[in-house]
């Protein structure tokens, strides 16, 4: 298990190396993008936020990975399995987004032709605005959206290593944000609202990966027995790696290594989750199976995701033990991505 970082300073030194590895439950080292020692063909950045119930949800996500830089935003419809994208892109932008180095700070307006992507962070919460006006016959998909971030709460940072000193890997995963507000695809509106427990999670990463990798992500937010229950497993790169958190009324319980499974011959089979301290025992019972495959050739991006809901038992740091059952109907996901970039 890597050691967690507690005091802030300096993520690279002037190398372009990392000044020190570890896990974090809150950005604390500053990421610079000048101190970054590759083509910036190479450098990853990205803000991804999914929102989501048990009947709908909603991704937001702006990237800039040099090659590309895209604003986008994503219908999820659980009930009728279907998805519907709106996006635009920028060839070649090489860092022209200017994405912030932090995700508790600096916010993001950018617009592609005629579609905007916003977020404004306050101090309590995120306020998201978008507008992709061309899209579904001219009808548009549009809407303002409010992420509850609470000023205390944990977040599951990693600082992650490879062989090469010049690639890296700088990771927060957020849980737990509660949703609320109104988006609009076509003629059809959907709202975020108390009664449907809705709630956000958050991958931001900034990066050097090496030109193939592949990783593994689950994540899930809701009530269990009246507690709001979150969870992050996340592995499959680098030279050491430690995403694996337990969120708790807002609180992170660190976990060791965690591993799933399935079934490749049948990916709506349940999906097996394990931990090598028994702190983890879960089941996903997939309701919707997706493939997303950009492929350009030499770059491809390539993600099978799985959404359903989870069960089985989850051990806190002090011994508690949850137990999940269907009935709380703890929702989520778990993906497999294959990258060449």
Same mark, same amino acid.
């Not at 508790?104 to 617009?111: L, T």
């Not at 592995?235 to 965690?258: A, C, Q, R, W």
């Not at 089985?312 to 993906?335: C, M, R, W, Y």
């Given at each position: 298990?890597?050691?967690?970082?507690?005091?802030?300073?300096?993520?690279?030194?002037?190398?372009?190396?990392?000044?020190? /590895?570890?896990?974090? %439950?809150?950005?604390?080292?500053?990421?610079?993008?000048? %101190?970054?020692?590759?083509?910036?063909?190479?450098?990853?950045?990205?803000?991804?936020?999914?929102?989501?119930?048990?009947? &709908?949800?909603?991704?937001?996500?702006?990237?800039?990975?040099?090659?590309?830089?895209?604003?986008?935003?994503?219908?999820?419809?659980?009930? %009728?399995?279907?998805?519907?994208?709106?996006?635009?892109?920028?060839?070649?932008?090489?860092?022209?987004? !200017?994405?912030?180095?932090?995700? !508790?700070?600096?916010?993001?307006?950018?617009?592609?032709?005629?579609?905007?992507?916003?977020?404004?962070?306050?101090?309590?919460?995120?306020?998201?605005?978008?507008?992709?006006?061309?899209?579904?016959?001219?009808?548009?998909?549009?809407?303002?959206?409010?992420?509850?971030?609470?000023?205390?709460?944990?977040?599951?940072?990693?600082?992650?290593?490879?062989?090469?000193?010049?690639?890296?890997?700088?990771?927060?995963?957020?849980?737990?944000?509660?949703?609320?507000?109104?988006?609009?695809?076509?003629?059809?509106?959907? /709202?975020?609202?108390?009664?449907?427990?809705?709630?956000?999670?958050?991958?931001? /990463?900034?990066?050097?990966?090496?030109?193939?990798?592949?990783?593994?992500?689950?994540?899930?937010?809701?009530?269990?027995?009246?507690?709001?229950?979150?969870?992050?497993?996340?592995?499959?790169?680098?030279?050491?790696?430690?995403?694996?958190?337990?969120?708790?009324?807002?609180?992170?319980?660190?976990?060791?290594?965690?591993?799933?499974?399935?079934?490749?011959?049948?990916?709506?089979?349940?999906?097996? &989750?394990?931990?090598?301290?028994?702190?983890?025992?879960?089941?996903?019972?997939? /309701?919707?199976?997706?493939?997303?495959?950009?492929?350009?050739?030499?770059?491809?991006?390539?993600?099978?995701?799985?959404?359903?809901?989870?069960?089985?038992?989850?051990?806190?740091?002090?011994?508690?033990?949850?137990?999940?059952?269907?009935?709380?109907?703890?929702?989520?996901?778990?993906?497999?991505?294959?990258?060449?970039?």
């Amino acid at each position: 298990m890597q050691s967690e970082i507690t005091s802030p300073g300096p993520l690279l030194n002037d190398k372009g190396h990392l000044v020190q /590895t570890g896990w974090a %439950r809150d950005l604390l080292l500053k990421y610079e993008r000048s %101190r970054v020692h590759a083509s910036a063909l190479r450098i990853k950045e990205w803000d991804y936020y999914e929102i989501r119930n048990d009947k &709908f949800g909603l991704i937001l996500v702006i990237y800039d990975v040099g090659y590309q830089g895209k604003i986008q935003a994503t219908f999820l419809d659980f009930e %009728r399995h279907e998805t519907s994208e709106a996006s635009e892109v920028e060839w070649f932008s090489k860092g022209k987004l !200017n994405l912030p180095p932090s995700s !508790n700070a600096g916010d993001i307006r950018y617009q592609i032709k005629n579609s905007s992507w916003e977020c404004v962070k306050h101090k309590d919460h995120r306020q998201f605005k978008f507008n992709f006006p061309d899209y579904f016959g001219g009808k548009g998909f549009q809407g303002e959206i409010k992420l509850m971030c609470p000023p205390d709460m944990d977040s599951m940072v990693n600082v992650i290593p490879f062989s090469n000193p010049k690639h890296f890997v700088y990771a927060q995963k957020a849980n737990c944000m509660q949703a609320f507000g109104t988006f609009k695809v076509a003629d059809k509106e959907y /709202t975020f609202s108390d009664e449907l427990k809705s709630y956000g999670c958050l991958d931001w /990463t900034r990066a050097v990966f090496p030109y193939k990798t592949t990783w593994r992500w689950a994540s899930a937010s809701g009530e269990v027995q009246g507690n709001l229950l979150g969870l992050n497993f996340d592995y499959g790169f680098g030279l050491e790696s430690s995403k694996n958190m337990i969120f708790f009324n807002h609180k992170g319980h660190h976990l060791d290594e965690v591993k799933y499974y399935w079934n490749p011959y049948n990916v709506e089979d349940d999906w097996i &989750f394990e931990s090598n301290d028994d702190r983890v025992q879960m089941h996903l019972h997939p /309701t919707f199976v997706m493939v997303d495959d950009n492929n350009f050739a030499i770059l491809r991006m390539k993600v099978l995701k799985a959404y359903g809901y989870f069960t089985g038992t989850l051990v806190l740091d002090n011994g508690e033990k949850i137990e999940i059952s269907k009935e709380d109907k703890f929702f989520g996901h778990a993906e497999y991505a294959e990258n060449r970039w």
